[in-house]
C-alpha cells in the first residue's frame, strides 16, 4: 500500500510560479520511479513529469518543458514540482504517482504512464 498526499497548488496568475509537494509513505520512496500526471477539465489525464528512482534521470512532456523542473528527495520521501511561467492551459488537477519500478521509460503511454498509485490530487488554476 502507498500513500501520496499533494500539496502546493491554488490559484496563480499567467506567468507566476508554483510549487507542488507530494508527500509518500507505505513503500520504500526510494526504490521507484515517480512521477506527476495532470488532468484538466473534460480532458483524458495526460502526462507531465517522472523521474526515476535516483532522481539522476528526469522526463518532461514537450508542453511544459523548459518550464517545470521534477526533482525528489528521497531522504524526506518527497516529490516536488516547481512550475514556472504558468499558463493558463496548465489548469489542472495535477496527481503525484508512483511508478511501477525504479526506472521511468519514455514509451509509456496513456491512461497510466507507467504509474500504479496515485493520490488525490491538487487543484493548479491559472489565470490570465
Known amino acids: 500500500q502507498v500513500q501520496l498526499v499533494e500539496s502546493g497548488g491554488g490559484l496563480v496568475q499567467a506567468g507566476g510560479s508554483l510549487r507542488l509537494s507530494c508527500a509518500a509513505s507505505?513503500?520504500?520512496?526510494?526504490?521507484?520511479?515517480m512521477g506527476w500526471l495532470r488532468q484538466a477539465p473534460g480532458k483524458e489525464r495526460e502526462f507531465v513529469a517522472a523521474t526515476s528512482f535516483s532522481g539522476r534521470s528526469t522526463y518532461y512532456a514537450d508542453s511544459v518543458k523548459g518550464r517545470f523542473t521534477i526533482s525528489r528527495d528521497n531522504a524526506k520521501n518527497t516529490l516536488y514540482l516547481q512550475m514556472n511561467s504558468l499558463k493558463p492551459g496548465d489548469t489542472a488537477v495535477y496527481y503525484c504517482?508512483?511508478?511501477?519500478?525504479?526506472?521511468?521509460?519514455?514509451?509509456?503511454?496513456?491512461?497510466?504512464?507507467?504509474?500504479?498509485?496515485w493520490g488525490k490530487g491538487t487543484l493548479v488554476t491559472v489565470s490570465s
Open positions: 504517482a508512483k511508478g511501477i519500478g525504479p526506472r521511468y521509460y519514455s514509451d509509456y503511454g496513456p491512461p497510466n504512464y507507467g504509474m500504479d498509485y
Open positions: 507505505g513503500r520504500t520512496f526510494s526504490n521507484y520511479a
